[in-house]
Structure formats: C-alpha cells, structure tokens
T-cell receptor
C-alpha cells in the first residue's frame, strides 16, 4: 500500500534552473495538493487540484506550475528556481476536498529542496 | 485572511505529565479542524473534528472542538518520550481557495 509517493527526497538546484517534483497516489483520491513548509511558517498551500484536468492556485503559487493529466499524478514544476524556494515540499491527497472536508489528507514523505 | 494560531509554540515537559495544546482559527467557510503529528517526515493524521463539544479519543490522546470559541484543544495524558513531535493544527475550508490552513505547530519535547 504505497499511499502518496514523492520523488526526489532531496534536491539541490542552482538559481535559475528548472525542475519537476513528482507526486503520485494510488488511493484513487480526487483531491491533491502541494504545500511548502518553512521554519516558523507552518505549511502553506501552493496549488491544488480537485480532479484530473482541474487545478487552482493556493496561498503561495508564484514561481510554481502544476498540471493534473491523470487522477494519480500531480507534478509540481519550478520554472526558474530562486533561493526563496528553498523549503520542504509536501504533496497531499484526500478523497474529496471541495465542500466536504470530511476526510483526512494523506501526506507524502516530503522533498527537501535547496536552491543555491 | 484565514489564520490558525497554535499555542504554545514549544513546550518541554517530563515523562508522565499531561499536556494541553491549543489551536484557534479564523477561517472563512470553516468545515472541520484536523490535528496532525509530525516527527521527522510527513505529518500523520490524528483527529478530524467537525462537531462542537464531541470529544474524540485515541489512546492517551483526545481532542475537542469549540465552534463558539473558534478553538480546539489536544490533550495528551501520561506523556511518553515517543510523543515528542511537532503537533500541527489545520482548518479545512471550502470555497474558491480550497485546502487546509495550517498553524505553525507546537514543538513538544518530552524529557525522560
């Protein structure tokens, strides 16, 4: 039972480089989201998706793109990495997020990204 | 602006003590409140609270929601060193910016 799988676990980028953080879930969840966690800031929502083909911005979307071509996958793209994007990134999924809020969110193990 | 505030931000107690962690929220279209435990990696789910005044229990942990006061508490009795973690509170909102609004967490340290 894999749950939510994130890759890579660690990544170092140079300023200006681009990369994609991968997230996959095998629970047939409709709702997926990306958070970043910074010291003293808690978890902040970057982007979310309520189903395949539908994405929307969260609290801190600038510098990130997402797409949802399948139910299982929700990659996060950094277009041009900046030191301010150094953070731990978590992907989460839940059965349904819109207008329900009655199911827990399952989190991946996180990706620690450093931008130098 | 939606916000969730947790207190205290850090707490050091001795094994066997009872602790109470606090969470207050101001969230538009509030739906439910969740508690997570985060050790070294991903947050793991503890409780989801949607109804006011109904206590949820799991072993030595319990939690209750007060919708009138817009707050929740998480109690841990007979603490053990394995309870050391960051405890996160999150409010689930519905609407155009769906998702969880997290507090900054309470860093709990249990000393033997």
């Amino acid at each position: 039972n894999a749950g939510v799988t994130q890759t890579p676990k660690f990544q170092v980028l140079k300023t200006g480089q681009s990369m994609t953080l991968q997230c996959a879930q095998d629970m047939n969840h409709e709702y997926m989201s990306w958070y970043r966690q910074d010291p003293g800031m808690g978890l902040r929502l970057i982007h979310y998706s309520v189903g395949a083909g539908i994405t929307d911005q969260g609290e801190v979307p600038n510098g990130y793109n997402v797409s949802r071509s399948t139910t299982e996958d929700f990659p996060l793209r950094l277009l041009s990495a900046a030191p301010s994007q150094t953070s731990v990134y978590f992907c989460a999924s839940s059965y349904s997020g819109v207008g329900v809020g009655t199911t827990e969110a399952f989190f991946g193990q996180g990706t620690r990204l450093t931008v130098v | 602006e939606d916000k969730v505030v947790q207190s205290p931000l850090s707490l050091v107690v001795h094994e066997g003590d009872t602790v109470t962690l606090n969470c207050s929220y101001e969230v538009t279209n509030f739906r439910s409140l969740l508690w997570y435990k985060q050790e070294k990696k991903a947050p793991t789910f503890l409780f989801m609270l949607t109804s006011s005044g109904i206590e949820k229990k799991s072993g030595r942990l319990s939690s209750i929601l007060d919708k009138k006061e817009l707050s929740s508490i998480l109690n841990i009795t007979a603490t053990q060193t394995g309870d050391s973690a960051i405890y996160l509170c999150a409010a689930y909102r519905r609407g155009s910016a769906d998702g969880l609004t997290f507090g900054k967490g309470t860093h709990l340290i249990i000393q033997p």
